[in-house]
Nanobody, 119 residues
Framework: QVQLVESGGGLVQPGESLRLSCAASRIIGSITSMGWYRQVPGKKREMVAVITSGGSTDYVESVKGRFTISTDNAENTVYLQMSSLKPEDTAVYYC?????????????WGQGTQVTVSS
C-alpha cells in the first residue's frame, strides 16, 4: 500500500512563507507525477502545483510566482514552497502521487495538512 506522509502546514500571517513536504513510500511502479492540491469546505479540490517525472511543472494561475514545487527523487519526496501567502490560500493541502507499473496506473493521496493564513 502506497504511503504518503505530509508535513509543514500551520498558521501564518499574510505575506509569510511555509514549506510543505510529502514523503512517499511503497510506490508501485515508477512515479509519473507528484503534486499538491487544496480544498476548502464547500468547494471542489483544485490542483495547486504538479511536477512530472520529466521535470515539467504546472501551477494554478493564482499561485504563479509565489509557489514553487520541487522534488527529491532519491527520497521520493515532493515539496511546495509557498511565499507571499494570502488569506485565500487557506485550505487543506493534499499531496498526490501517480505511478505506472506498465499495466496499471496508481493514484495515491496524502491525509491532508491544514494551511491557515490569517492576521
Amino acid at each position: 500500500q502506497v504511503q504518503l506522509v505530509e508535513s509543514g502546514g500551520g498558521l501564518v500571517q499574510p505575506g509569510e512563507s511555509l514549506r510543505l513536504s510529502c514523503a512517499a513510500s511503497r510506490i508501485i511502479g515508477s512515479i509519473t507525477s507528484m503534486g499538491w492540491y487544496r480544498q476548502v469546505p464547500g468547494k471542489k479540490r483544485e490542483m495547486v502545483a504538479v511536477i512530472t517525472s520529466g521535470g515539467s511543472t504546472d501551477y494554478v494561475e493564482s499561485v504563479k510566482g509565489r509557489f514553487t514545487i520541487s522534488t527529491d527523487n532519491a527520497e521520493n519526496t515532493v515539496y511546495l514552497q509557498m511565499s507571499s501567502l494570502k488569506p485565500e490560500d487557506t485550505a487543506v493541502y493534499y499531496c498526490n502521487v501517480r505511478s505506472w507499473d506498465g499495466l496499471s496506473r496508481y493514484d495515491a493521496w496524502g491525509q491532508g495538512t491544514q494551511v491557515t493564513v490569517s492576521s
